[in-house]
């Protein structure tokens, strides 16, 4: 128990989500619980993470995460481990919100994206359709965002784009998707800017600088592809094709990649599976699948594209994850590190009160907001 890695995890303690500090203490070895002088709150050493306040063996319940993660059937889990089907939802849950959670902490965060490929899944609900949209960086092979809706509309394009945006830097950078029109109007008035002027009241919106949107646009005749159709809706020619080959080599604008990424979450959720029998019950259910396969996928899967290639004997080298070809690690996860990865609330800021501020309330402030 190292407790200068330890941060407090009161969401009223002025010391929250803070480590190195020296504000947290052991409070028992036996019970592996910490203590913040600070508030006066004693935690657990689980506690923020998927194996908060479970009697089962981490090993165990990280055993089961990583078969359903993979593509085991839940019933084949129940039926060689003996569990209550009931229990092995509620693990597949508990690791699709810590990887919600992680996903949104250390891959959402601005960077430098290059090209972004996006596009949509059906998939088969009991009593109707649901729209599986995701989006990922092609230098890096990183999945950076998925959206779950009953319809397909602006609605998902626009909740899948703003999160690209958290992503994204004010960079040049192309967006591919298929022929949807609601990609084209949701990034463009997404990806924007103000514009400040000067001027009172509500700034202008405008676009990001150097933004190239391409389509690809296939047609089908019983069932197969006839004429692929590729369009450059924003951008000039000379542009698009250099941000292409800066992230992509050789080839032409296309969608194969985000494609391959729908092969990978077909392959591991048996509700994405086409011509199946598996259906989706709920929602919510299916946006802790999408979670917890990508983001295993991020950062637990190494991926044969980005394996390093040795400058001295120009031999392939050691695999890469998609998170470690980004940078956001510097090592291949192991599942359970993902599920005991302890993600930091926000920083404290202090309350609003009309007059001045108390001498106690200016040492918070001074100690933790500096």
């Given at each position: 128990?190292?407790?200068?890695?330890?941060?407090?995890?009161?969401?009223?303690?002025?010391?929250?989500?803070q480590?190195g500090?020296?504000?947290?203490?052991?409070?028992?070895?036996?019970d592996?619980?910490?203590?913040?002088?600070?508030?006066?709150?004693?935690?657990?050493?689980?506690?923020?993470?998927?194996?908060?306040?479970?009697?089962?063996?981490?090993?165990?319940?990280?055993?089961?995460?990583?078969?359903?993660?993979?593509?085991?059937?839940?019933?084949?889990?129940v039926?060689?481990?003996?569990?209550?089907?009931?229990?092995?939802?509620?693990?597949?849950?508990?690791?699709?919100?810590?990887?919600?959670?992680?996903?949104?902490?250390?891959?959402?965060?601005?960077?430098?994206?290059?090209?972004?490929?996006?596009?949509?899944?059906?998939?088969?609900?009991?009593?109707?359709?649901?729209?599986?949209?995701?989006?990922?960086?092609?230098?890096?092979?990183?999945?950076?965002?998925?959206?779950?809706?009953?319809?397909?509309?602006?609605?998902?394009?626009?909740?899948?784009?703003?999160?690209?945006?958290?992503?994204?830097?004010?960079?040049?950078?192309?967006?591919?998707?298929?022929?949807?029109?609601?990609?084209?109007?949701?990034?463009?008035?997404?990806?924007?800017?103000?514009?400040?002027?000067?001027?009172?009241?509500?700034?202008?919106?405008?676009?990001?600088?150097?933004?190239?949107?391409?389509?690809?646009?296939?047609?089908?005749?019983?069932?197969?592809?006839?004429?692929?159709?590729?369009?450059?809706?924003?951008?000039?020619?000379?542009?698009?094709?250099?941000?292409?080959?800066?992230?992509?080599g050789?080839?032409?604008?296309d969608?194969?990649?985000?494609?391959?990424?729908?092969?990978?979450?077909?392959?591991?959720?048996?509700?994405?599976?086409?011509?199946?029998?598996?259906?989706?019950?709920?929602?919510?259910?299916?946006?802790?699948?999408m979670?917890?396969?990508?983001?295993?996928?991020?950062?637990?899967?190494?991926?044969?594209?980005?394996?390093?290639?040795?400058?001295?004997?120009?031999?392939?080298?050691?695999?890469?994850?998609?998170?470690?070809?980004?940078?956001?690690?510097?090592?291949c996860?192991?599942?359970?590190?993902?599920?005991?990865?302890?993600?930091?609330?926000?920083?404290?800021?202090?309350?609003?009160q009309?007059?001045?501020p108390s001498?106690?309330?200016?040492?918070?402030?001074?100690?933790?907001?500096?």
């Amino acid at each position: 128990m190292d407790p200068t890695t330890v941060f407090c995890p009161n969401l009223a303690c002025p010391a929250r989500g803070q480590t190195g500090q020296g504000n947290i203490g052991i409070h028992s070895r036996k019970d592996k619980r910490f203590l913040c002088p600070e508030c006066h709150k004693t935690f657990s050493a689980t506690k923020g993470t998927a194996f908060y306040r479970l009697r089962t063996a981490a090993e165990t319940v990280t055993l089961v995460v990583t078969l359903l993660a993979h593509g085991c059937p839940p019933h084949a889990i129940v039926a060689a481990c003996g569990f209550d089907e009931r229990t092995v939802r509620r693990w597949m849950a508990r690791g699709g919100g810590q990887g919600q959670a992680v996903q949104e902490h250390l891959v959402e965060q601005p960077r430098d994206l290059g090209q972004v490929q996006a596009d949509e899944i059906r998939v088969k609900k009991q009593g109707g359709m649901v729209w599986m949209a995701l989006a990922m960086m092609v230098r890096t092979r990183l999945w950076l965002a998925g959206e779950v809706s009953e319809r397909r509309d602006m609605a998902l394009m626009r909740g899948l784009i703003e999160r690209v945006h958290r992503c994204a830097l004010p960079r040049p950078l192309l967006v591919c998707t298929d022929g949807l029109s609601a990609y084209v109007r949701a990034v463009r008035e997404t990806l924007r800017d103000p514009m400040h002027a000067g001027a009172q009241g509500r700034p202008r919106l405008r676009p990001w600088r150097n933004l190239c949107i391409a389509q690809v646009v296939k047609r089908y005749a019983q069932r197969c592809v006839v004429e692929v159709e590729r369009r450059i809706v924003d951008g000039t020619p000379a542009r698009v094709e250099t941000l292409r080959r800066r992230s992509q080599g050789d080839g032409v604008i296309d969608t194969a990649s985000i494609e391959r990424l729908h092969a990978t979450f077909r392959e591991r959720l048996a509700s994405l599976t086409r011509r199946g029998r598996a259906l989706a019950r709920h929602t919510l259910t299916l946006r802790h699948g999408m979670y917890l396969i990508g983001t295993i996928y991020n950062f637990c899967t190494p991926h044969e594209s980005l394996r390093d290639v040795h400058p001295a004997v120009g031999v392939a080298g050691v695999a890469r994850t998609p998170a470690m070809a980004a940078e956001i690690t510097n090592h291949c996860w192991t599942v359970q590190e993902l599920l005991s990865f302890h993600v930091p609330p926000s920083r404290w800021t202090p309350p609003k009160q009309r007059g001045r501020p108390s001498r106690a309330l200016k040492r918070l402030v001074e100690r933790w907001c500096s």
